[in-house]
């Protein structure tokens, strides 16, 4: 198995800050042979210039911009413009560990029938500390159709990280892409494909997830609210929907 790899990454004024630090987890990635991977940052509310200069010297950074429309919007603009047979997430202020996408990589060129795979996540602290993230890590390895929608049903808490999410394009295309939602569009993603296809957890570190105030899930809304409920709502009638 061999081809390309598309990172999509949504951008707000906020972390646009963190985008180098992001660039060189990513330039440190050593890929299976004949891989290579292009970077699709996507500037929620602007053109494509507020990305460093430094970064787009690398000419499989490619840099755009969208009308100001949330994350969910931003990660399909990005999604759109993908050539590669897989896509991987990367949020902007977040930074990959040795080894992710290659793992990533490898696991589903191993197994044809997995969709997606997400892994262990480690939260990067203000103070430079790493704290696992975890709702109870699944056991590593297969992860059969359902079973990440059916606890997210009664904890509304997806157990994984989907910010760890590879999926395959076709698979991906099939979900409908990330729903136009101010917050949980990578939740709804993710329960959509867990309801499509078999996915698979790697129990090696796959992300450094940055936690910052200005980061998206520091909203006083994320977790309570009108805003809540209407996001969870269309969360799982978009699943179950597919489902059936």
Known sequence: MSGLLSIVTPVHDAAIPYLSNAYESLAAQILPDGWDWEWLIQVDGGDGSEVPASILTDLRVKASGNRKGGPG??????????????????????????????????????????????????????????????????EAGRMPRGALFDYWSTSHRPQVHPATLCVRQELLALAGGWMALPASEDTALLMALDVLADGWFIEQTGLHYRKHPGQTTAHADHREGPEWEARMGAIRKHAEALRR
């Open 73 to 138: 919007v931003s990660r399909t603009m990005a999604w759109g413009r993908s050539s590669g047979s897989l896509v991987k997430v990367l949020d902007a202020d977040d930074v990959l560990p040795a080894g992710a996408l290659a793992r990533d990589i490898e696991v589903l060129g191993q197994h044809p029938d997995v969709g997606w795979t997400v892994s262990r996540v480690l939260d990067l602290m203000p103070d430079g500390s790493l704290v696992h993230y975890t709702l109870g890590d699944p």
